[in-house]
């Protein structure tokens, strides 16, 4: 059974950073596709941004200017980070996995962002 564990959420102050990371219970190359989705309250969950197997990222637009997606394959980890927060931020984020015909998900991290 996949895993993936999140970490990395809290409360920050707007124009602060936090750095998420999602560890797979699965060597990362066994994925198509590793990213990041949240959900904010009130709201449908989102796409934030992604990473392939070959290393090619893909971000939400209004997102793109901000937010850095990365991945280390010795730990099997995918990192989001997200600087110059803001309220509107605030959600849970979730990471995903693919493989054809089935998505993984885990159990998500919360993310305030608060004055």
């Known amino acids: 059974q996949v895993q993936l564990v999140e970490s990395g959420g809290g409360l920050v102050q707007p124009g602060g950073s936090l750095k998420l990371s999602c560890v797979t219970s699965?060597?990362?190359?066994?994925?198509?596709?590793l990213g990041w989705y949240r959900q904010a309250p009130g709201k449908e969950r989102e796409f934030v941004a992604s990473?392939?197997?070959?290393?090619?990222?893909t971000y939400a637009d209004s997102l793109k200017d901000r937010f850095t997606i990365s991945r280390d394959t010795a730990k099997n980890t995918v990192y989001l980070q997200m600087n110059n927060l803001n309220a509107e931020d605030t959600a849970i984020y979730y990471c995903?996995?693919?493989?054809?015909?089935?998505?993984?998900w885990g159990q998500g991290t919360q993310a305030t962002v608060s004055s």
């Open positions: 699965e060597y990362i190359f066994d994925f198509n596709e």
């Open positions: 990473i392939n197997r070959n290393g090619r990222t």
């Open positions: 995903n996995a693919k493989i054809p015909f089935r998505d993984y």
